[in-house]
């Protein structure tokens, strides 16, 4: 089993930047594929982006593709996603997720969640 923290959320003005972080604890983190997911107020959760475990494979959600990007490092079990470009429909709750084997975009397929942060962006 593995733990996950998100921390980095916050305001921001659109057009600006925000870098968030998932720490991991527990089983070997550099086994698992990771996945950031976000649910606005009254959305269902949707996709973000998703790395495999080596970080040599990513996946983008259309909406967010050449603005965010997934990186890991897995020596220091943690996974980020940098977010540039920001939009006011950016804003929800992200969430870190893990799985074991691929990749995937489908939040059904992660058993492992973090507890969420707060992204707003302003107009």
């Known amino acids: 089993q593995v733990q996950l923290v998100e921390s980095g959320g916050g305001l921001v003005q659109a057009g600006g930047s925000l870098r968030l972080s998932c720490a991991a604890s527990g089983r070997t983190f550099g086994t698992y594929a990771m996945g950031w997911f976000r649910q606005a107020p009254g959305k269902e959760r949707e996709f973000v982006a998703a790395?495999?475990?080596?970080?040599?494979?990513?996946y983008y959600a259309d909406s967010v593709k050449g603005r965010f990007t997934i990186s890991r490092d897995n020596a220091n079990s943690a996974v980020y996603l940098q977010m540039n470009s920001l939009k006011p429909e950016d804003t929800a709750v992200y969430y870190c997720?893990?799985?074991?084997?691929?990749?995937?975009?489908?939040?059904?397929?992660?058993?492992?969640w973090g507890q969420g942060t707060q992204v707003t962006v302003s107009s």
């Open positions: 997720a893990a799985k074991e084997y691929g990749r995937s975009r489908k939040a059904t397929e992660y058993p492992y």
């Open positions: 790395i495999d475990w080596s970080g040599g494979s990513t």
